[in-house]
């Protein structure tokens, strides 16, 4: 009995693990997509001369301050649930609540 239970649970790890190999590729990560791609495409303007190279440099520049102010809007959405989510167990009284939270905004309002 216990080497059928043994053989099943091995058979399980094995198939979930090949199954969550082969479709891994196969989904695409548009945050990686974004982060791992710095020129956001626009090379293709300059090499068209439809920017000069300082343009170029500037609007990179741009497009990466705001992909940064994104990624903090996003940290701070996830810990302003988290909190909420404590919260709501009684982790946290309403006042302890309050408190983190503006410390939480301050933090992000200071970077």
């Keep these: 009995m216990e080497t059928v239970l043994l053989f099943a649970f091995v058979a399980f790890i094995v198939i979930y693990l090949a199954v969550?190999?082969?479709i891994n590729p196969l989904i695409p990560m548009a945050t990686d997509i974004d982060e791992?791609?710095?020129?956001y495409g626009l090379v293709k303007?300059?090499?068209i001369e439809v920017l000069n190279n300082e343009e170029?440099?500037?609007i990179i520049e741009i497009y990466s301050n705001k992909s940064m102010e994104n990624k903090e809007y996003r940290q701070l959405q996830k810990y302003t649930k988290v909190l909420g989510d404590l919260k709501k167990i009684a982790y946290f009284t309403d006042e302890e609540y309050m408190e983190r939270m503006a410390k939480l905004k301050d933090y992000y309002n200071n970077n």
């Design 20 to 22: 969550r190999l082969a």
């Design 56 to 58: 170029l440099k500037e």
């Design 45 to 47: 303007l300059r090499d």
């Design 36 to 39: 791992n791609n710095q020129d």
